[in-house]
């Protein structure tokens, strides 16, 4: 498939720079929050996104401009750790009312190329406000980016300290209810995950689940599986093996990226080899505890799916890959209703991740590891009242990870996913790849 040679980086002007507080303030008993026992596994860093508006002027981005504002001062009110600092050393969130940094800028170029779905994130990181977080960052920052040639991109970067997907896509969609209906029209987030999973003394030492290797040369690409592809993988999958349940969506596009992943590797090493995917799962609603779906916070686990060579054959079937992530769904589901107090809810997800990172670091020369997540059936095209965003992306390059996201009709899944450069161009002529999926642009 041919690239398309766009400029790495389009000059742009930043045209202010502020912080934005809650429009009231904060009261004394909520100025404190503890981050919850979950919170404490997972590192400083942020999740960075970009929303794309293309019918959109330089001239209607001034008064859009202060209606972003406005709502985003109103939507800290319900948010408010948002606009805090985290205190390492005590392991909380002032809620200072300090503000989130919201810079205004404008791009010389057209938004329109940066649509397509072969646009390597590379080109769009100066989209986004910062990508490397601080114990004295803001937890939330946002770039709004006008083009001058018409076009809006909203790059937004927040703290995975104290938001996980879930949190993010409520954020996200509540900011853009208020600038588009009132205040009035959100659902209140919760924020009391600690109170039922306070933090611990002791937290368990946790491998990085992903492999870093800053010397490689990675290529990030956008995979849409459209209903009709969806349906399709379904029938297949139903019909060839023994499954009893029907699979997701979720399900069937993991299994078919994962099998593709396999072939790469057989290609490069000159046999099938062993693999592991580490996915992540939303806990809400999945728990026996106590706690709100609309808590805010770090509330999903990861499920661990093994290919192995038992069969000593040298093919992978689909229908097996969506076996083994549907047992393995169902297996982790199980578990996640187990625990019956916080503390041994809380051990259960440690251990989790304390396995998931020993089983994707260990064997590293003969087993091939691989990271999903999916925000599917998230709100994650907000409409802030030009309507929904013509392009989401996600903007992080983390070698072998996959993101799994809603199409905007909802039917299907895009897949982001970033490989070794050379891999991505052997993944990109997989013949299921070709078969499902599209690249077009939109």
Known sequence: MGRKQIPPQYPLQILSK???????????????????????????????????????????????????????????????????????????????????????????????????????????????????????????????????????????????????????????????????????????????????????????????????????????????????????????????????????????????????????????????????????MNMRGRTALPISDDCCGNLFRPVIVKFTLENKSNKVEFHHLVSLLGNAIRSTVTDCAKPQNGDDFSSMVSDAWKEAGEELNKDTDKVDAYGFTSLCRMPIYPDFGWGMPARVTHVQSVVELIMLFDTRDGDGVEAWISLDENDMNVFQQDPDIIAFTSQVDH
Not at 23 to 28: L, M
Not at 69 to 75: A, C, M, R
Not at 160 to 185: N, P, Q, Y
Not at 186 to 210: A, H
Request: hydrophobic share 40%; net charge positive.
């Open 18 to 280: 502020k912080l934005i507080n809650p429009a009231i303030p904060t009261p004394h008993n909520l100025r404190n929050l503890k981050i919850s026992a979950l919170d404490q596994l997972y590192p400083t860093l942020y999740l960075p996104f970009i929303f794309f508006y293309p019918n959109f002027s330089e001239k209607e981005f001034q008064l859009a401009g202060k209606k972003l504002e406005k709502s985003l001062s109103k939507i800290l009110t319900l948010f408010y750790p948002l606009a805090g600092s985290y205190i390492d050393d005590n392991l909380s969130i002032d809620c200072n009312d300090n503000g989130v940094e919201f810079i205004e800028t404008l791009v010389n170029g057209k938004l329109s190329p940066l649509l397509g779905r072969d646009v390597d994130c590379r080109q769009l990181s100066h989209l986004i406000p910062h990508q490397f977080e601080s114990l004295t960052s803001p937890l939330l920052a946002i770039q709004c980016n006008i083009f001058e040639c018409g076009g809006l991109a909203i790059g937004l970067c927040i703290s995975h300290k104290i938001v996980d997907g879930f949190s993010f896509t409520k954020f996200i969609d509540a900011w853009a209810t208020s600038c588009r209906l009132g205040l009035h029209k959100v659902d209140y987030p919760s924020f009391d995950l600690p109170t039922l999973l306070p933090t611990r003394e002791t937290v368990p030492e946790i491998k990085p689940v992903q492999r870093f290797n800053p010397g490689l040369k990675t290529a990030s690409r956008t995979f849409v599986f459209d209903g009709s592809a969806i349906s399709n993988l379904r029938k297949i999958a139903i019909e060839g093996g023994k499954e009893s349940h029907k699979p997701s969506r979720v399900q069937l596009v993991t299994a078919i990226i994962w099998k593709a992943l396999m072939r790469v590797c057989q290609t490069k090493h000159g046999q099938l080899r062993p693999s592991i995917i580490c996915h992540t």
